[in-house]
């Protein structure tokens, strides 16, 4: 199954890609997550990357398709994959349909802005292997240490409150109306993000067909 998650920063659409994940044991693909290793590591597009990262704008369509294609020509996207944060732009889901790729399912996590702009403040990512953590919603078992690799957490760059507007006002103009591509497709299903994460994660589970 290929499957894509949409939602505004924040949304938990990243969390619920997660969970999903496991559950269907294919892999989640964060085109964000593959860019911030790329800042850290100082490669050329990373740099390049980072600088549209940190001020809350989208990277360049070239730089993050060419990224995708090469990470879903790997292996163990053979059984499908999960596609968290791409397509962002109706360009990059053009770019996938033009691949000839296809899409079983567009999931939409939506959570209202006033709701994000309160709670990005408490996410925290590890600083070694990117996992994601809230201090709230999801935390980790000792603060500020990873779960999974026992590297610090931190706050992201562009987890500040005025770079969070800034992605929240990218997010309205460039990928909601992917909404509208998706739903002429026939594909999208829309998840209303719970207060509770298990909750979410109940009715994505249910919306990708998975009890
Ligand atoms: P969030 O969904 O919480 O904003 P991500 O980790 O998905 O976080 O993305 C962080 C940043 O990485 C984005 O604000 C953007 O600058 C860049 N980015 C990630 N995916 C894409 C994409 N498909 N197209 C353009 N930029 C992207
Ligand atoms: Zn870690």
């Not at 709230?136 to 500020?144: D, I, L």
């Not at 409150?161 to 909404?179: F, G, N, Q, S």
């Amino acid at each position: 199954m290929n499957l894509i998650f949409l939602g505004a920063p924040g949304a938990g659409k990243g969390t619920q890609a997660e969970v999903v994940s496991e559950a269907l044991n294919i892999p989640q693909i964060s085109t964000g997550n593959i860019l911030r290793e790329a800042a850290k590591n100082g490669t050329e597009y990373g740099l390049k990357a980072k600088a549209a990262m940190d001020a809350g704008a989208l990277v360049s369509d070239d730089i993050v398709i060419g990224i995708l294609k090469e990470r879903i020509a790997e292996d163990d996207c053979k059984e499908g994959f999960i596609l968290d944060g791409f397509p962002r732009t109706v360009p990059q889901a053009e770019a996938l349909d033009a691949m000839g790729i296809k899409i079983d399912k567009v999931i939409e996590i939506n959570v209202a802005d006033e709701t994000i702009k309160q709670r990005v403040s408490g996410r925290r990512v590890c600083q070694g292997c990117g996992a994601s953590y809230h201090i709230e919603y999801k935390p980790s078992k000792t603060e500020g240490v990873c779960d999974k690799c026992g590297d610090k957490t931190v706050i992201r760059k562009d987890d500040q409150p005025e770079v969070v507007l800034e992605r929240l006002a990218t997010y309205h103009e460039k990928t909601a109306p992917l909404k509208d591509y998706y739903e002429k497709q026939g594909k999208l299903v829309t998840v209303e993000g719970q207060e509770e994460v298990a909750e979410t994660s109940r009715l994505t589970l249910a919306a990708v067909g998975v009890e």
